[in-house]
C-alpha cells in the first residue's frame, strides 16, 4: 500500500478511516447510479492488495464497490512504491468511471485495502447505459468534483511533507540545495545580489552532543522561528541543515544587509527562554557565518563551504558571533 501523508504509525497498518472518505452530496446520487446497474457485468471476489489498475492505463471497466475498502494513489511514473496516497474508496462507491465516461487513461492507481467484492462493468456498457439516461451524468460530475477536492488537500499535504523538515517546519536541505542552484545562475546572469548565512546552534550546556538530548526538536523549532522572523531581507529561504545546523538563502542581500540579518538573528537567539531543554545554563546561542556571490563562493557549494568555515570559526572562537568577512569577526 502507499504510504499516507502525516498517518499516524502504530503496530495497525492504516486503514479506511485514517484517510478522508469520499462524501456524496447526496447519498442517493449513488443508489441511483448501483440501480442502474445492479443487473449489468460481473460480480466477482478480489483479494487484499490487489492492483486493479496503474496510472496511465486504459479505461477498460468501471468497479462498483459492494464489499470491503481500496485506496487510490497517484503512483510513481514506474508503478512502483513511493506513488501519493490521494483518498479511500469505501463500500457503495465506485472508481473508473471518469476513464469509462470520457475515454481517457487512468489518472491514478487503485488497489484494494481489504479483501473486495465488485460489480465489473465493461467501460463501453457503462458508457451506453449513462448515454441512455443522461440523469446519471449530474451524480457523477458531483463525484468528480468531490474527488478532485479531497485529493487536491492530498496533494498539498504530499507536497508539505516533502519539502520542510518535520521538527522545525522550516525547508528541507534538499529544497534548499535546488533553490541555490536556480538563485546561482540567475545571480550569474543578473548580477544581482546574494548570500548565504550558515547557522550553528552553539551546544545548550558543556558536554552536550547533536541529538543527545529528547528535547532538543522544541530548542531547534524555536530558533528555527527567529530566523524565518527576523525582517530584512526578504524573501529568504530557511532550511535546516544536518544536526543543529541552519542554511539561510538570502536573496538580494550583499553582505552588509546579510551580516546585518544574521547579527540581529544572533542577538534574538541570545535572549530567547528555551526553558528546561537548555540545561543549568539556561541559554542558547548561536554562532553565523556569512558568504556572498561571487566573492566567497563562485558556485552554490563553494558558497556554503565559506559560510561554514566562517561558523565553525566562530564557534571556536567562543561562539555566540557572527564571522561575515575573510578574516574580521563582528
Known sequence: MVPRVGARRSGKRAVSGSGPSLPASDPSNLAAIFRAFEDVGAVTSLPEGHLLWRRGDAGKHVFLLLRG?????????????????????????????????????????????????????????????????????LPILLLQAQRLISSSDHVVEASEHCLHDPCTRVYNSQFFQECLRLQVDNADRTRDALSVAWVEVDRPHAGSQVGESPDSGPILAKVARYLSAAGRPSPRVVSRAPGWNFAILLFGAGAPEAAEYAERVRRRVERMKPGRSAGPRGSVTISVGVATYPEDGRNGLGLVLAAKRRAREARRTGGNRVIADRTLPT
Open 69 to 137: 475498502t481500496m485506496e487510490v494513489s497517484r503512483d510513481a511514473p514506474t508503478g512502483e512504491a513511493g506513488g501519493v496516497f490521494l483518498r479511500t474508496v469505501r463500500e457503495g462507491e465506485m472508481v473508473g468511471d471518469l476513464a469509462a465516461v470520457c475515454g481517457c487513461s487512468r489518472t491514478a492507481a487503485v488497489r484494494t485495502e481489504s479483501p473486495c467484492m465488485v460489480r465489473r462493468i465493461p467501460a463501453r456498457v457503462f458508457r451506453e447505459v449513462v448515454y441512455r439516461r443522461p440523469e446519471l451524468l
